[in-house]
């Protein structure tokens, strides 16, 4: 296991890349930034916009993927207030409990952008079954979830005859990931490994009827090539924190005063709900780091804090999986907490975890080392 000599993100992470100086893809996309005109990027962004901009007032042009988070508060100013669009807003709700600060934000970027918002409400009865089932074969509890939020805009695009459809960053080429090549259009995004194809028929034999399953299925790709599905990090310069610093002067609310999340090192990103974040956790037994490392590394590339501080807030943060967490999960799915540590156990990778004298699971000695002390 071999760490970044810049962030703390490891080589274990699906599909990244490092250069002969051991620096991620990441950092080195993030260097590049500088070297960008962000005004001749800006142009074009108004020139795109131009071609989809409506006929008449009263119509929409465009539609939004949103969560309601601080990048969706930014995504929609930049659309609406700085290009001039009439957005449709469109979001996937999941099925946990939700925070105050969630149900807050996604209410409050309707409010104080004045746009109209469809919330997809997904198939409880099915839901229960697919994410207990993908949680306990594959260890993606999301999945159900992940996949609609990449496939319903998708079809409401096209139902609607709104070609043009924003997301915020493109996940691959900030984070590295399977596509870390910089491009605007998105049409790829549906493949990026995050949500990949499952077989239906599994799911079918779980007793969910097709009819459950709508959506589910990606679009044919000549439907999708009907459309400009299109990452907004191109076009403007991508910083959660910045982001973050905008959405908050817009009535945004972070988690601050409302739960200290043991496994996170901040209270700004995926605040929405509770048992969803133990599908960003599970990074941790299968690749040996999770959602501490994710946001440590992007505070070393802001600026914002060194690598060895990064180095121990992941020490601390990264292992520590939230035990409302998992109360939240366990009582949507109904799995008792035995059956769900008992599935959680077969996850952890041995090749780079231990158990320590309390029955833990740790990093074993030798990568903790090189994390801090990286070397290639």
């Known amino acids: ?51 989809y901009r409506r006929k008449r007032e009263g119509e929409y042009d465009c539609i939004i993927a949103v969560s309601g988070g601080k990048d969706s508060h930014y995504q929609v100013h930049v659309m609406k207030e700085l290009m ?30 004045g746009c109209n918002m469809l919330a997809f409400k997904p198939n409880r009865r099915a839901g229960k079954v697919i994410t207990r089932y993908m949680y306990e074969k594959y260890g993606r509890p999301g999945w159900y979830i992940d996949r609609l939020l990449y496939t319903v805009p998708l079809y409401y695009a096209a139902s609607l005859n709104l070609p043009l459809l924003v997301y915020g960053e493109n996940v691959s080429y900030e984070y590295g990931g399977v596509s870390d090549k910089e491009t605007y259009s998105a049409r790829e995004q549906i493949f990026n490994g995050v949500a990949p194809d499952v077989d239906l028929q599994e799911l079918v034999e779980l007793g969910i009827s097709m009819d459950e399953l709508a959506y589910l299925t990606a679009p044919d790709k000549a439907l999708i090539d009907k459309l400009e599905p299109i990452y907004l990090s191109y076009f403007v310069e991508w910083n959660s924190e910045k982001n973050y610093e905008f959405a908050k002067t817009r009535g945004f609310w972070e988690l601050t005063h409302e739960w200290d999340r ?31 490392t994710d ?14 501080e990064a180095v121990k807030l992941v020490e601390q943060r990264d292992y520590a999986l939230d035990p409302w967490i998992v109360r939240d999960f366990c009582d949507f799915t109904g799995m008792t907490a035995k059956e769900f540590y008992d599935a959680l156990e077969t996850f952890y990778n041995p090749e780079l975890f231990e158990k320590n004298s309390m029955g833990q699971w740790r990093l074993k000695p030798e990568h903790m080392e090189q994390r801090r002390h990286p070397s290639w």
Request: charged share 25%; hydrophobic share 40%.
């Open 262 to 292: 043991t496994n996170h090192v901040e209270s700004i990103d995926q605040i929405d709900s509770v048992g969803y974040l133990l599908n960003a956790w599970l990074k941790f037994p299968k690749y040996g780091h999770a959602f501490a």
């Open 84 to 113: 001039g669009m009439n957005p449709l807003l469109i979001t996937v709700e999941d099925f946990f409990t939700m925070t105050e600060a969630g149900r807050h934000n996604v209410q409050n970027i309707s409010e104080a952008f």
């Open 295 to 308: 946001y440590a590394s992007r505070g070393v590339r802001y600026g914002m804090i060194s690598r060895e």
């Open 1 to 51: 296991m071999k760490f970044c000599t810049k962030c703390v993100m490891p080589d274990t992470r699906p599909k990244i890349t490092f250069n002969a100086e051991g620096v991620c893809v990441a950092c080195q996309n993030h260097e590049k930034k500088s070297k960008v005109d962000w005004d001749a990027r800006f142009a074009e962004l108004r020139v795109l916009c131009d071609k």
